[in-house]
Structures are given as structure tokens and as C-alpha cells.
């Protein structure tokens, strides 16, 4: 597995200086969020060609583009065919940055609210989304999102399946399926199978008020709930089972963080990289007495 920063983390600074300091902390590769001051729909050709030079010359690879286009199920006809041609620009760029993946948002609302509309909608446009990107080699992630239609595995793999495209799959997301409150250790993973394309990490925790730095609402099967962004470790969003599944099932593909605590990015990021590698050590493959119990 290697290991990315995911850097909307990092969108304070200039996409250049976001991928320096990937570079210093240890980073293999960085996301890059697809909005500005990173990478948008609207940069320049020149400017994504720099930002490939850059990460190349730092030796950093570019695995994903975490896209914020889409939101398809609840738009007019009219604002998803923008939102496809937004796509269809920030395709064109991953070519350039050699990014295999592409995060395309399904729309809301949350799963537990939705109707079968709006999967059927969504579903229409993420296959000419899919179908985009595999006549250019990529594929399409959906990102397991708390106030989404793919806010558990199930949800998740019942649009993949409507999709039904082999190029579409899934990130796992442990601290998003915790606001969500749905399994996102073992069982997720053996779920989620070869549909899991991606992995993000971060830590939350819930807490009885929110206003604080680094601090949220979210609606939830539970209601109006608030949460604590913190580092990982520090919340409630256990990753070691997830680790051990994912070493387990042998999942080879990259582990993209996004810490999101309330103390100076690089702080939380090497803080991040180091718990991860620690955990990653510790990962152990469950025997076959421990599986059956």
C-alpha cells in the first residue's frame, strides 16, 4: 500500500507548496482536490502541465483527482450536463497528471431519506461519466459520504451495480462511515470486495456540542448530531480493523489521508502519516479459529 495526502488538507496553500510538503513528510503521492487553488474545470493546460512537472520532479505520483463534480440526483437537467462537461475538462487533466481515478460526487440526500429517483437519475449520468473515462483508461471512484446517496456499503454498491460499469467502484472512507454510524471495519471491506477502489482516512469523534474549531453538524439516522475532526488515534473512528482487512484481503492500492484536526496542517498530516505507518505495522491477518468465532 502507499500512501497519499489528499490535498483539500492543504488548500490554504498553492498546489506547488502542497506537494513540497508531502514531499518533506514522506509521502508516496498526493490527491489533488479538484477545486482552486489545486485544479479546477477552468485551469489552464500550461498551469496542468506545471503541476505535473512539479510532482514529477519531487517524485511524487498524482493516483486520484478528488473531483468536486456531480451531485447529478437532485440537479436540472441543465446543471448536470455543466456538471458532465466540468467532468469531461478535469478528465482531459487527469491524462496529463497520470491520475488513474476521478471522484465524482452522486448527489443527495443522505441515503435514508432518498427515493428511487434519485438513484435512477444519478445512475444515468455516472454511466456516461464511466463510460467517458474508460474510453481514456480511468476509472471512477464514489466516495462513502455521510449526507449522500453512497453513504454505507450497501447504498454504495446498489448504485455501482446500477451503473454497472467495472471502471465505477467505491472509496472507503472509515471516518465518514462513523458519522454515518455503519460498519466500516472487517465486514466492509470482504463487502465491499474488488468494488473498493480507494481508500481515504481520518478521524472523528462525537461530542455534545459543537462551535469549537474543527468542529461540525451532520444530519444522521440519529438526527442532528455534532462532531470533533481530530487526529487519528485520538477519535472514535477505530482504522486498526480496517488495516487488518485491508492486509488481509491483500488490497494493494493507495491509502489517501485527509486530517482535518484544528491544529497547523503540517502538524496533523505528519502526525497522520506516522499513526497510519504504525497501524500498517501492526496489521495482522485474522486466523481462520478468529474469522469463524
Known amino acids: 500500500m502507499k500512501i497519499a495526502v489528499f490535498s483539500v488538507t492543504l488548500i490554504d496553500y498553492s498546489i506547488h ?56 440526483s437532485t440537479a436540472s437537467d441543465q446543471e448536470c450536463q455543466q456538471a458532465y462537461s466540468d467532468f469531461e ?29 434519485h438513484y435512477a437519475k444519478s445512475a444515468h449520468w455516472l454511466k456516461k461519466c464511466a463510460e467517458a473515462a474508460n474510453a481514456q483508461g480511468k476509472k471512477i471512484v464514489l466516495e462513502i459520504h455521510n449526507n449522500s446517496l453512497v453513504e454505507t456499503v450497501e447504498s ?19 471516518g465518514n462511515m462513523y458519522i454515518t454510524d455503519t460498519d466500516y471495519g472487517r465486514e466492509s471491506v470482504i463487502q465491499l470486495g474488488n468494488k473498493m477502489f480507494h481508500v481515504h482516512v481520518k478521524d472523528e469523534k462525537r461530542i455534545a456540542e459543537a462551535g469549537g474549531p474543527g468542529t461540525f453538524s451532520n444530519l444522521t439516522k440519529h438526527g442532528t448530531e455534532k462532531f470533533m475532526q481530530c487526529l487519528l ?15 488481509e484481503t491483500g488490497y494493494s492500492g493507495w491509502l489517501s489521508l485527509e486530517c482535518f484536526a484544528p491544529l497547523p496542517a503540517y502538524e496533523r498530516l505528519e502526525h497522520d502519516f506516522n499513526k497510519v505507518k504504525q497501524m500498517l505495522g501492526r496489521a495482522r491477518v485474522q486466523s481462520t479459529f478468529e474469522t469463524a468465532k
Open 17 to 72: 507548496e502542497a506537494m513540497r510538503i508531502a514531499k518533506q513528510i514522506g509521502f508516496d503521492g498526493i490527491e489533488i482536490a479538484g477545486r482552486e487553488p489545486h485544479l479546477s474545470s477552468t485551469t489552464s493546460a500550461p498551469r496542468i502541465r506545471e503541476i505535473r512537472s512539479v510532482a514529477d520532479g519531487l517524485g511524487l505520483e498524482i493516483p486520484a483527482i478528488g473531483a468536486y463534480v456531480g451531485g447529478f
Open 89 to 117: 475538462r478535469i478528465l482531459e487533466a487527469s491524462g496529463v497528471l497520470g491520475s488513474d481515478m476521478i471522484r465524482v460526487s452522486a448527489g443527495g440526500p443522505t441515503a435514508f431519506l432518498a427515493q428511487d429517483y
Open 156 to 174: 454504495g454498491l446498489r448504485l455501482v451495480g446500477m451503473v454497472g460499469a467495472d471502471n465505477m467502484g467505491l472509496i472507503h472512507d472509515a
Open 233 to 247: 488515534g485520538e477519535g472514535a473512528a477505530d482504522h486498526q480493523p480496517l488495516f487488518d482487512a485491508l492486509k
